[in-house]
């Protein structure tokens, strides 16, 4: 018996109605991405190993997916090596390549191989998918979409002020209310280990820090303390476990536990600076928070740090994030070209615009108008108009086969098809149409130029 064909677990396949949705969404945000000034460019889906290992850190290596090499690529792996059964040590002999994990690692590996067409500031975006071999759950795949953006040779904090700005554009283009752009600082991090004495452990406690919304604060500290931080460090950042207020408030609080910190008070300044000018120019529907847990176990982030929430109700992780690297390019050789970019999640912004029913008709919108196939002389006759009617951008197509009406009618329903268009011996000697609205079951006999008026109306 013939095993029924599948796909792998944390893939999908995509019918023509979700592509047209997942098409909406990133017609939109590509959109603002060029009101914004970003170029687009586009990279390989796979890279060499040496570029993507030991950028995300011990977990993020974890989930980058490795390529086997081709041919025998056993015989580069010594006895000895597979006796030991140690895959760090055998990997690297084996799988010289592997999939994208993002595009950020990506895009810095490309400035610095093409920095010299490159005019700085470069502002670049990017649509391309991903591969984590992550646990597949409700919004987390093992592939998929990442919209990215990002500014590279600028340490103006103007650009995290633009980044705040072009999130809060794409969610109103989208009519996505309430969203929530988490924002934070690793030097108020850096600060924080600094003063409770655990900046040997900066790593490991950003971390652990960064589950607090997943875990609970008892298993943070926990981890915490399973990495070696002290119980006594731990107490001493407590306030972070119970800081509130608005962004200013907890930003003033902050500058009493850091005033002793240089990075800390640095990274306050910072945030001050993005928030006053927010709080000038104004958000459309997005709303700016400050959350001090918020850190990301990105090993390059080294400025503001965003995460982006849907709106309250919605059971969703983050659905964008970013933030400020200082010296990306540098692990390639090209030190001193800071940047920072942000990210969209496409995938859970699909699911966050399905659950609230938000993706407009438009968005759905396939062929108008098909005609009814009564022929071959009709259907020459037919396709005569639909080529006028697609000079037209107007979506028209013939049934193909000389099938009984209530087939071809049955197929225009199944397609949710607007409009039906009969052209039999009549119609062709009176040099004439007859439209058919699917949904009010209403027909008209109309001239071409009729029809082309008509169904741009529609349209």
């Known amino acids: 018996m013939t095993q029924k064909p599948s796909i792998p677990k944390g893939t999908r396949d995509f019918p023509p109605l979700e592509v047209a949705k997942r098409k909406f969404i990133m017609n939109t945000i590509q959109s603002q991405f060029e009101h914004y000034g970003f170029q687009p460019i586009e990279t390989p889906s796979f890279e060499n190993s040496s570029t993507l290992m030991g950028k995300y850190g011990e977990e993020g290596d974890r989930l980058i997916f490795k390529i086997l090499n081709s041919g025998e690529y056993l015989k580069k792996v010594d006895e000895s090596a597979f006796a030991k059964a140690n895959y760090k040590e055998i990997t690297p002999r084996i799988s010289e390549k592997a999939l994208r994990y993002d595009l950020t690692v990506p895009f810095a590996r490309y400035v610095v191989q093409h920095q010299n067409d490159i005019e700085f500031p470069f ?26 953006a990002d500014v590279v040779g600028s340490d103006s904090l103007w650009q995290e002020v633009e980044f705040v700005q072009l999130y809060d554009a794409v969610f109103t283009a989208l009519k996505l209310e309430g969203v929530i752009i988490k924002m934070n600082n690793r030097k108020i991090l850096s600060g924080i280990a600094e003063v409770i004495g655990a900046s040997d452990k900066l790593i490991d406690f950003t971390v652990a820090l960064d589950k607090l919304d997943k875990i609970g604060e008892d298993k943070v500290k926990q981890e915490m303390l399973d990495k070696g931080i002290s119980q006594e460090a731990i107490d001493s950042a407590s306030i972070l476990f119970s800081l509130s207020g608005n ?37 459309s529907t997005a709303r700016l928070q400050l959350d001090v847990t918020l850190a990301r176990g990105l090993n390059y982030y080294t400025g503001a740090i965003f995460e982006v929430s849907a709106p309250e109700g919605v059971q969703m992780g983050s659905i964008g994030g970013g933030g400020r690297y200082a010296d990306l390019t540098g692990i390639f050789g090209l030190k001193d070209v800071s940047g920072v970019g942000i990210s969209f999640g496409l995938d859970r912004i699909y699911l966050v615009l399905e659950e609230l029913g938000l993706f407009p008709e438009e968005a759905t919108q396939g062929v108008q108008v098909i005609f009814i196939n009564f022929g071959d002389k009709e259907s020459l006759y037919a396709m005569q108009a639909i080529k006028a009617l697609r000079a037209q951008s107007i979506a028209a197509e013939l049934y193909p086969d000389t099938a009984k009406m209530k087939k071809q009618m049955t197929h225009a329903n199944r397609r949710s098809i607007p409009f039906v268009i009969l052209a039999g011996d009549q119609e062709v000697a009176d040099n004439t149409y007859t439209l058919k609205d699917m949904v009010t079951g209403t027909q008209d006999t109309v001239t071409l130029e009729e029809l082309i008026k008509r169904l741009t109306a529609n349209s």
């Open 123 to 148: 502002k670049r975006y990017q649509m391309q998918p991903v591969w984590r071999a992550d646990r597949p759950q409700k919004g987390r795949f093992r592939e998929f979409y990442q919209c990215d």
């Open 247 to 283: 962004f200013a408030s907890q930003l003033e609080a902050l500058k009493e536990l850091l005033f002793t910190s240089e990075v800390g008070t640095e990274g306050i300044e910072e945030m001050l600076f993005i928030n006053d000018a927010i709080q000038t120019l104004g958000l």
